[in-house]
């Protein structure tokens, strides 16, 4: 979806690709260099970096001579996106950036303020996508005075789905229960529609959205077939 949507929606074509290295992050990159590959493009820098960075200069430095067109990334810690999109905006790199849901996490925009005006994100989660991401989204703020985003809808549905799951197998055994949870079909949850197969694969869509001066915007909503 990353490489799909910086190509063909915004045709895009010299990435760089900015990824923690851990399993998240690796697996992040080696997803986004495969499919930028099929599009004829070989990213002009892929840099790593471990969790709780606290200076990225020497990233930030490489981005300022590759000067690429887009930046892909895939950062799992809040509070490393927020340090990186400041101190991008400090070292004057201007890039257009498309990035893991962490991109418009709730904490991530407040530490970075306006560096990350005009980013984009591919995330599982947007407040409008269906009608129960909506009244979810509503309860959320009524209850804690700030927007859910995907690391409380992540909990949400995964409880819900457990609960689903346990009550239709009648047993916590873990195997009746992993049973009960690959055979559940069009759950509705706030994340999409919850179709499992064999491997545990439940939810196949996402969002694109924009983070439009501190408001996350949505773009648009792919999903894809089993």
Known sequence: MIADFGVNDLKLKKWAIVHSTDAFGNGGMNALTAELKKFGIEPVLVQGFTNNTVD?????????????????TYIPFSTDQGIFAKQLQQLGVRVRWVGSPTTVSETAMKLAGSA????????????????????????????????????????YDALH?????????GSTDPEAVRKAIVG????????????????????RGYNVVRNDNGTV??????DFDR
């Open 217 to 222: 915007v949505f773009i648009k909503r792919v």
């Open 116 to 155: 990350l005006h005009g980013s984009y994100a591919v995330t599982d989660f947007h407040a409008g996508a269906n009608d129960e991401a909506r009244a979810y989204s509503r309860a959320y703020r009524e209850r804690y005075r700030i927007d859910a985003d995907n690391y409380s809808a992540w909990t």
């Open 161 to 169: 789905l457990l609960a689903l799951a346990i009550n239709n197998a």
């Open 184 to 203: 559940i079909r069009g759950y509705i949850g706030a994340e999409g529609v919850y179709n499992f197969d064999e491997s545990g694969e439940g939810v």
């Open 56 to 72: 990225f200069t020497p990233i930030v430095l490489s981005l300022k001579r590759t000067n690429p067109e887009a930046l892909g």
